[in-house]
């Protein structure tokens, strides 16, 4: 069975711009989440989708959004970037108030 | 809003020795207790957990033990092998309708000497 899958798994972009990442759940999982890892550190909270909702939102500025799609994939969106959202940003999904099963990640680099 | 220490930071241990790693938090209404392991270059994978009406929690050479009133709980792995060498993550959660989000400790990275 498949894992969770993101993409893309590098990309590097200049300060200002818009990047849309991509996460696609395990077969059956109906919600994700999305957390953001500076090096060092430990996974910081942003969003919680469950059946296409926002169940929860962690303390990020509003550059920050996503979605959920009918299909339970889901796309983290963050405008102009500064230098500061570099980072890993990590998918997870799960099928409900239990464990999540995290991707490998969309390692970003701001410059 | 939770907070999750951890410590050690680090932590070295030789081979066949245990390791243990402890956790504290603040929310009272945290339910849900994961552990993670995560290796160079990878996602976070979950070994083990443990939930709040459970004491303690084993899964071969991994237990996980929780202290509801002290609000504490601890990783333990015990015959440590070079495998186990990576970064270990422990989290608190509160899970209620379907919405839950976990806050993450620190990070531990053990280190295991052949």
């Known amino acids: 069975d498949a894992g969770v899958t993101q993409s893309p798994t590098h990309l590097i972009k200049t300060r200002g711009q818009q990047v849309t990442l991509r996460c696609s759940p395990i077969?059956?999982?109906?919600?994700v989440s999305w957390y953001q890892q500076v090096l060092g550190q430990g996974p910081q909270f942003i969003f919680q989708?469950?059946?296409?909702?926002?169940?929860g939102r962690g303390n990020f500025p509003d550059r920050f959004s996503a979605r959920q799609f009918p299909n339970y994939s889901s796309e983290l969106n963050v405008n102009a970037l500064l230098l500061g959202d570099s980072a890993l940003y990590l998918c997870?999904?799960?099928?409900?108030?239990?464990?999540?099963?995290f991707g490998s990640g969309t390692r970003l680099t701001v410059v | 809003g939770e907070n999750v220490e951890q410590h050690p930071s680090t932590l070295s241990v030789q081979e066949g020795d245990s390791a243990v790693i402890k956790c504290t938090y603040s929310?009272?209404?945290?339910?849900?207790f994961p552990w993670y392991k995560q290796e160079l270059g990878k996602g976070p994978q979950l070994i083990i957990d443990?939930?709040?009406?459970?004491g303690e929690k084993k899964d071969q050479r991994i237990a996980v033990t929780l202290n509801k009133t002290a609000k504490h709980f601890s990783l333990h792995i015990t015959e440590t092998q070079p495998e186990d060498s990576a970064v270990y993550f422990c989290?608190?959660?509160?899970?209620?309708?379907?919405?839950?989000?976990?806050?993450f400790g620190p990070g531990t990275r053990l280190s295991v000497l052949p």
């Open positions: 929310d009272s209404a945290s339910n849900y």
């Open positions: 077969s059956g999982h109906k919600s």
């Open positions: 997870a999904s799960s099928s409900g108030g239990g464990g999540y099963t």
């Open positions: 443990i939930r709040s009406n459970v």
């Open positions: 989708y469950y059946e296409k909702e926002e169940r």
């Open positions: 989290a608190a959660s509160n899970a209620q309708n379907y919405g839950q989000n976990f806050v």
